[in-house]
């Protein structure tokens, strides 16, 4: 089983952007690897957790952690 980590800043639908999680000591976001939801499962990834990391209920501050199984 594969498994890719992914943050999103505003995660509301399938066609919402995310940016895969760089590995490492410290992860990093890395921003030039945008790819929307939706393509991501259509490629046979199956979202399997979708953490929120801001505690505000605000549509701009949608921000979560979406891992991602194969």
Sequence with gaps: MKIEVYFSHSFVSPDSKMYKIKDGYTPKVDESSSIKVKD???????????IKTSQ?????S?????????
């Design 56 to 60: 505000s209920a605000q549509l701009e």
């Design 40 to 50: 991501l499962i259509s490629k046979g990834w199956k979202l399997s957790h979708a």
């Design 62 to 70: 949608f921000n979560f952690l979406l891992i991602f199984e194969k």
